[in-house]
């Protein structure tokens, strides 16, 4: 599967998957002017492939910020990982696809809500959903 964006074409399919309790969303927050989000992209988009049960979004913090929100984003890649509306990760991560695939399969298998995930990423869900 490729990744899915904000574009109006997307949203229904990443509404879609937020409100599937049991779907694990990776949400990569960027910026265009990024040149590592820039590098990171087709690494993110293979993850996407090798991942079919998850749906990776890719989230212009800038383009998107509508949507985006308050989410505080300190340095690029950001990874914000659902299963379903239930965060499970939120911080910076390398533009490592090894290491990021290594998460990914860690949340796919068990992970607990995240305990204290900012408030702009708990409602980032309802943004899709409400849309």
């Given amino acids: 599967m490729a990744i899915l964006t904000a574009a109006p074409a997307d949203r229904a399919a990443v509404a879609g998957a937020f409100a599937t309790p049991s779907r694990l969303v990776v949400v990569s927050l960027c910026a265009a002017w990024c040149d590592?989000?820039?590098?990171?992209?087709?690494?993110?988009?293979?993850?996407?492939?090798?991942?079919?049960?998850?749906?990776?979004?890719?989230?212009?913090?800038?383009?998107?910020?509508?949507?985006?929100?308050?989410?505080?984003?300190?340095?690029?890649?950001?990874?914000?990982?659902?299963?379903?509306?239930?965060?499970?990760?939120?911080?910076?991560?390398?533009?490592?696809?090894?290491?990021?695939?290594?998460?990914v399969d860690a949340l796919e298998v068990d992970a607990a809500t995240l305990r204290e995930a900012p408030q702009a990423v708990i409602e980032l869900p309802g943004k899709f959903l409400e849309r």
């Fill in 36 to 103: 590592t989000c820039g590098e990171f992209r087709a690494g993110f988009e293979r993850l996407a492939k090798a991942h079919p049960r998850a749906t990776f979004v890719w989230l212009d913090i800038e383009d998107d910020a509508a949507i985006a929100g308050d989410i505080d984003v300190e340095n690029f890649p950001t990874l914000a990982i659902y299963r379903g509306t239930h965060p499970l990760h939120f911080g910076i991560s390398l533009p490592h696809e090894g290491a990021v695939g290594r998460l």
